[in-house]
């Protein structure tokens, strides 16, 4: 339940809409506003010197407050510039803040149709709050393509299924068993859910399985794993599935987890996770990197040293970069 | 110019060009029509004057957002159901020190009230006198007859010292200050169900948040406005089950009965609790009352009991911790019944705001699985937030309906949100007999004007007119409650009978008792369940539609304790009372339509 932090705390402040147009116009108090309302435009020197100082905050990513806050500036002193919004898009879609983070989404949209990325967020986005009336042609536009097909799949399968239409559904999701795993892993995961509604449990584990193998930390694919495993009576392979997917519950469900207060759970969970579930190299390289911000350079050296055992098969070329990189180029 | 005036006129141009709304919300009914609404809302010529109040003065206290509960049951025993509205608004000064009375302030002063039924869908207010005019922070409450002399008792969860009011049979109460239950830590409500089959009533209390007085934040999206922090903020807090030792006395049993939220996170804070509802019901058809607890935010619980009072934790097997997504949601209220009729108690819960409610369909053998996209009742959900809700046969044609209370906890999220409202409307469902359900159209479905009334929180049901149906109350927060007396039953005009079961040792209800009918070629279950819904207790009444049918082939009960009666030669269209065993039955015609 509920949606802010403590001010004070890890989570970033939210402008209302309508008190981003007074921040706006604050800003811009030397200048005054025009006597029609709209903020007077600033100097192209000073406007710039803003936008670099909101992209620098953004890239550092300490404080995802501070960025929100000069974006919306920029934003609204120059609106329309797709970078920008695709920036706050961004950020307001990493603090669950859906609805800023749609329109700014549908921003780059109006500027730039051709954007798919932004085409997922704003079809997302919809679906996350159910105003998925009008989205078909978006959902169409990432289907006809190369990269997000199988996204695109995905969402008309999905508006399928809302609609009660399985059949229909069923029928995409077979068709994405084509795609590569990693673009059709969303697929997978969704046939293996419905496929286990029908208690077609075998044929739903198939899917789960080649939904991990496009993505490996999917939880509706970790959580389809121990689910089917359980009616299929493979104890042991559930009860993996679930202490794995409960790992990664603990890793994101927590509002607080990315904070900086909670680097060390976030450790402790991530050494867990590398544990449990060596597959997983992204968290080997999350938790060497989450020890070398903290100066524990020791500690991520290990981590990737680990990640090298765990992977007798990686090529010596990523094997040297990576201990060049955390290890201070240990052999 | 002035700043100020500067500031204003720019807010506003720019607000015209800012406020576009992005996307609008699809939550469009599938069922129209402009015939008159199948739920009339009743409140005003009811008697019912309520108003709920939670006392705050805008320094955002979370449990300020919680509302209070309602009851339907008969407390003076002449078997006409009555109707008791918890009140929050207060912290009483004999438990709350003086620093945290500042913060929070002196209180309303309000109190919970009784409306003792006339029978006919009017009441008349009982507050005074009954013993139940006490000003605390109530949140919910459970109902049942705690020490077996035929009438029902109090529990109620709060703020603060959960308290017990004891029945003299005539709806006059008193406080039972050494039963033991007089738990000081925040808790939200409850089940009254035999946990360890001795007959007697025993107690699971759902608790919410560690969250003292002077732990409270200063939340907020930014320094303008304030709002209520995130759950997140603190930490859960074990629920407790208590044993009656029979005549009411109670003893904490959380451990031995294997209760205990074990599971921590990785800075050895409880991962488990935050509950917001409880639901005592056989979830797998063995004869025992298990438990499903409803958990905001964190994984849910059920929790399969031996017939012992053992507990074992089959959230994780049985597939209901999670959605399909494999995801925890803020879960908020429970419903149970037979929603797909093939004789199992299939479970739902209410959930926040941008994520659906959940439908777990019972397969049996303990496996649950989320459908709540195939059927219907999931995608319109995501976008209001839910607290009560229940099951029940809207026109008495055999099969379960679905009614949900809505109603945001950010009194000011219209502030910084284009795409919600603090006021929600509430929702219906209605199956198509296989348990696939489609939302009413709220014009059909209800009179209400929702669009300026109600933050629903409690949803009771009971058939307060006596006429053969099942009526509604949804309790608002920091507002007026809605009654609603259902008509869509009276005109369809359908069979019906009404089951009140006795319970064993002269308790006055059968919890737990399971009743399988087979009529019209349907075979379906019903379950006198406790808890559910959020924060209330529903009548233990059982209506069962009938439909078209004149004839019930058989219709079987299972009693407390494992007996199993049959009684396929009850009257139609009667109330039938029947003693525990199936013994006696007295019945009463309902009235004709």
């Known amino acids: ?331 | 110019m002035k700043p100020v005036l500067v500031s204003l006129v720019c807010f506003a141009a720019l607000a015209c060009r800012e406020g576009e709304a992005p996307g609008t919300v699809d939550t469009e009914p599938a069922v129209t029509s402009d015939v008159t609404p199948w739920l009339v809302d009743v409140t005003q010529s009811s008697g019912i004057d309520f108003v709920h109040t939670h006392g705050g003065r805008g320094r955002k206290f979370l449990f300020e957002t919680m509302g209070s509960g309602v009851a339907i049951a008969d407390f003076d025993g002449d078997e006409l159901p009555d109707v008791l509205f918890l009140q929050s608004g207060t912290l009483p000064a004999d438990e709350f020190g003086e620093v945290e009375l500042e913060r929070f302030g002196a209180g309303s002063g309000e109190t919970a009230k009784l409306y003792i039924g006339l029978g006919d869908g009017t009441f008349r207010d009982a507050t005074s006198g009954s013993g139940l005019d006490v000003a605390f922070y109530a949140q919910g409450l459970a109902v049942g007859d705690i020490d077996a002399d035929g009438d029902r008792d109090i529990y109620v969860a709060a703020y603060g010292r959960d308290r017990l009011f004891v029945n003299d049979g005539r709806g006059h109460f008193t406080p039972a200050t050494d039963a033991g239950i007089d738990d000081p830590r925040w808790t939200i409500g409850g089940a009254f169900f035999d946990a360890d089959g001795d007959g007697d009533l025993d107690l699971y209390s759902v608790a919410y948040l560690d969250m003292p007085i002077l732990s409270h934040q200063k939340c907020g999206p930014s320094d303008d406005i304030r709002t209520y922090c995130h759950v997140d903020w603190w930490d859960g807090t074990q629920d407790h089950l208590y044993l009656n030792d029979g005549s009411g006395h109670f003893t904490n049993a959380t451990e031995a009965a294997g209760l205990m939220g074990s599971d921590t996170d990785v800075a050895g804070r409880p991962k488990d609790g935050k509950g917001l509802a409880v639901l005592a019901a056989d979830l797998d058809d063995d004869g025992h009352v298990d438990l499903f607890v409803a958990n905001d935010s964190t994984a849910n619980r059920m929790l399969r009991n031996d017939g012992a009072g053992r507990f074992e934790d089959v959230s994780r097997r049985s597939g209901t911790d999670f959605n399909a997504e494999g995801r925890s949601e803020a879960c908020m209220g429970i419903a149970s019944g037979d929603a797909d009729a093939d004789g199992d108690i299939d479970v739902y819960v209410t959930n926040f705001e941008q994520e659906t409610n959940t439908l777990y369909r019972n397969d049996g053998d303990s496996f649950f699985t989320d459908t709540s996209v195939r059927s219907g009742t999931g995608v319109p959900t995501r976008a209001p937030l839910g607290f009560g809700s229940s099951f029940f046969d809207l026109e008495n044609d055999g099969d379960l309906d679905l009614y949900v209370a809505n109603g945001h906890i950010m009194d000011n999220v219209e502030l910084y949100s284009d795409l919600t409202t603090y006021i929600q409307a509430d929702m219906l469902f209605a199956n198509d007999g296989s348990g696939r359900f489609e939302l009413v159209d709220p014009g059909r479905g209800t009179s209400l004007d929702q669009a300026t009334s109600g933050v629903g929180r409690g949803l009771a049901m009971g058939d307060l007119d006596g006429d053969g149906d099942v009526d509604l109350i949804v309790t608002n927060n920091n507002t007026a409650p809605f009654v609603l007396r259902n008509v869509a039953a009276d005109e369809a005009g359908h069979h019906r009978i009404v089951l009140a079961l006795d319970g064993p040792g002269g308790r006055a209800d059968a919890e737990g008792a399971r009743v399988t009918i087979k009529a019209g070629g349907k075979t379906f279950a019903r379950e006198i369940v406790s808890g559910g819904s959020y924060a209330s207790h529903s009548s233990t009444e059982l209506v069962i539609g009938l439909g078209n049918t004149s004839v019930i082939e058989s219709l079987s009960i299972r009693w407390p304790g494992g007996e199993t009666t049959q009684h396929a030669d009850l009257a139609i269209d009667q109330r039938h009372h029947i003693s525990y065993g199936g013994r006696d039955v007295v019945s009463t015609p309902l009235p004709s339509r």
């Open chain 1, 1 to 331: 339940m509920g949606c802010f932090a403590q001010d004070s705390g890890p989570m970033p402040r939210r402008l209302p809409h309508l008190l981003r147009g007074l921040a706006a116009c604050l800003l811009v108090t030397a200048l005054g506003c025009s006597e029609s309302g709209a903020p007077t435009p600033v100097d192209d020197a000073d406007y710039e010197r803003l936008k670099a100082e909101a992209v620098r905050v953004h890239e550092r990513g300490r404080n995802r407050a501070k960025a929100i806050d000069l974006l919306e500036e920029v934003a609204a002193l120059r609106p329309g510039q797709a970078g920008i919004h695709r920036r706050l898009g961004q950020l307001h879609g990493e603090l669950k803040q859906n609805d800023d983070a749609l329109r700014h989404f549908e921003a780059v949209l109006e500027a730039r149709p051709d954007d798919l990325q932004s085409v997922l967020s704003v079809i997302s986005l919809r679906t996350a709050i159910n105003a998925t009336g009008d989205i078909e042609p978006l959902v169409r536009q990432l289907a006809d393509s190369d990269e997000f097909r199988g996204d695109g799949l995905y969402h008309l399968a999905l508006l399928r299924y809302e609609a009660g239409d399985i059949d229909a559904a069923m029928a995409l999701l077979d068709k994405a068993r084509t795609l590569p795993s990693t673009l059709g892993y969303r697929c997978a995961s969704l046939h293996g859910v419905l496929l286990l509604e029908e208690g077609r449990f075998a044929e739903a584990l198939e899917r789960f399985e080649a939904a991990r193998r496009g993505r490996a930390d999917y939880k509706e694919t970790l959580n389809g794993l121990a689910l089917t495993h359980r009616r299929l009576g493979n104890e042991d392979e559930a009860r993996r599935w679930e202490t794995i997917h409960r790992l990664f519950l603990d890793l994101t469900d927590d509002v607080y987890m990315k904070s900086r207060k909670r680097a060390d759970d976030r450790a402790v969970v991530l050494e867990q996770i590398t544990l449990a579930y060596p597959e997983w190299t992204d968290g080997f390289r999350d938790l060497a990197d989450l020890y070398s911000k903290h100066g524990n350079t020791a500690a991520a050296c290990r981590t990737i040293e680990r990640l090298v055992e765990e992977n007798p098969s990686m090529p010596d070329a990523m094997r040297n970069t990576l201990k060049n990189e955390y290890c201070g180029g240990r052999p």
